[in-house]
């Protein structure tokens, strides 16, 4: 159970990391010619009993708007920022909890892990 709430927070991280580096691409190829803006879906990753997950998928804009709205991608970036720090306190969260059931159990039955 915790473990799945790490997992998917760390996917939701991970996903979000990309969307930044596909708006960091898009924000720094706006002036080259034939540039086909990045556009990042969010879909769920697979469920293999540890969560799922999130998982992002870059794809080129197939819109067909042509060039790179900066006031756009920097709306994107402060969605980015602010969606990974929300996985980042699930995390933190997921992690503690952890660290609470490891201190309630006796030393002998503790994860090898934890101290």
Known sequence: M???IIS???SGMAAQQKRMEAIASNVANADTPGYARRDVAMVSGPNNGAGGGV???VR???TG???IDLATELTGMIEA???YEANLAVMETGMDMWD???SA???KDRDERWG
């Open 2 to 4: 915790i473990s799945s």
């Open 105 to 107: 159990l006796e030393p």
């Open 65 to 67: 708007a042509g060039g």
């Open 55 to 57: 998982q992002a998928v």
């Open 60 to 62: 080129e804009d197939d």
């Open 100 to 102: 609470m059931l490891m």
């Open 8 to 10: 998917t927070a760390f």
């Open 81 to 83: 920022k602010m969606g």
